[in-house]
């Protein structure tokens, strides 16, 4: 199993799950994208092996795309690790306060968020694609987390994960004037005359809403690698049976 880690803080382990073309469909870790569960099921303890965490720590939801969110406790511990029947449902962005709780959200082109608030030791996953980003799920849990976990933007690490660039998000207008509906979206798009398609840099976007509410901009690490373009990433838009990639958290 291929991992990047990333260095958000010492105090998490936090990284992403890449291709591993020696395990079974080169390392797939979503169950809504296999007919074979056995096979995804070891996929995730040799994932959690090589992290020398418990399968039954990964905490994850049934992802739709929303812009729902959810504070997991204790109790919430391994939902979604073994079957997506125990997933937390509709959600599509996870946080919690408590250590030893593994989050984590799959993707393949969407962006995937990663956070930690130093301060109030808080952590959390967002899966943001574009139907997550014109409803503005990153910046509706950063709102929440400040107004009810009292959570300052000052002290929050972000890493935006792998995801599809803007040389291959292509869409047509329905899809452009939602993003223009929001009013700060126009710098990350153009126009390609030959094509008539509207690209957007959807990582850009996402990063915009971090900053808008308040995120100090050098707190932002940004992981520009185009999941089209990679051999290492899987790519919904290049492969529509591809499996999905898993980007995690957790306090020490």
Not at 203 to 223: H, L, R
Request: glycine share 6%; net charge negative.
């Amino acid at each position: 199993m291929n991992i990047q880690f990333n260095d958000l803080s010492t105090e998490t382990l936090s990284g992403i799950t890449l291709k591993s073309t020696d395990i079974f469909e080169n390392g797939n870790l979503a169950l809504h994208t296999t007919k074979n569960n056995k096979q995804i099921i070891k996929n995730r303890e040799i994932f959690t092996e090589k992290l020398s965490v418990p399968l039954k720590a990964l905490t994850i939801a049934n992802q739709t795309h929303s812009d729902n969110f959810y504070r997991v406790t204790a109790d919430d511990k391994g939902r979604g690790a073994i079957t997506m029947d125990t997933a937390i449902p509709n959600t599509d962005a996870l946080y919690t306060d408590e250590p030893g709780i593994l989050l984590g959200t799959l993707t393949a082109d969407c962006v995937p968020v990663t956070f930690y608030d130093y301060s109030k030791k808080i952590v959390g996953v967002i899966h943001s694609g574009w139907q997550g980003t014109v409803k503005e799920i990153t910046r509706k849990v950063f709102t929440h987390l400040r107004q009810y976990e009292q959570s300052n933007p000052d002290n929050i690490l972000v890493h935006l994960g792998p995801a599809l660039s803007q040389q291959k998000f292509e869409v047509d207008s329905d899809v452009y004037e939602k993003y223009i509906q929001l009013g700060y979206a126009e710098p990350f798009i153009y126009y390609h005359e030959i094509t008539g398609k509207y690209h957007i840099d959807n990582q850009k976007v996402v990063q915009k809403q971090c900053e808008m509410i308040g995120i100090p901009t050098a707190q932002i690490i940004s992981d520009q690698t185009c999941t089209f373009l990679s051999e290492n990433h899987f790519s919904y838009r290049e492969n529509r049976q591809a499996g999905r990639h898993l980007s995690f958290i957790m306090m020490k």
